[in-house]
Nanobody, 122 residues
């Protein structure tokens, strides 16, 4: 069992940066692939980025490639999402998720955090 808690969201101007963190409880964090998803009002939850258990593999949505970076620190049981060059269309609630395999689909993930709001003003 893994419990996930996101933090680091907030209000930022377009072009700015934020770093989201997702802290995991449980000693098996390093066994899980981790993903970040986001959901804007009235839209479906969409994939943002994912990282394998070792950090050796990463996936990104085309919409964030080159602007966002996912990373993890297994010693700290934490996964990060570094977001640069933010755009108003990045505004959403961001969720971290844990699963047994690195994937782009929400249904591949078994554990979810409560989400953190990111708002990008123009």
């Amino acid at each position: 069992q893994v419990q996930l808690v996101e933090s680091g969201g907030g209000l930022v101007q377009a072009g700015g940066s934020l770093r989201l963190s997702c802290a995991a409880s449980g000693r098996t964090f390093s066994s899980y692939a981790m993903g970040w998803f986001r959901q804007a009002p009235g839209k479906e939850r969409e994939f943002v980025a994912a990282i394998s258990w070792s950090g050796g593999s990463t996936y990104y949505a085309d919409s964030v490639k080159g602007r966002f970076t996912i990373s993890r620190d297994n010693a700290k049981n934490t996964v990060y999402l570094h977001m640069n060059s933010l755009k108003p269309e990045d505004t959403a609630v961001y969720y971290c998720a844990g699963g047994y395999t690195i994937a782009r689909q929400p249904y591949e993930y078994d554990y979810w955090g409560q989400g953190t709001q990111v708002t990008v003003s123009s």
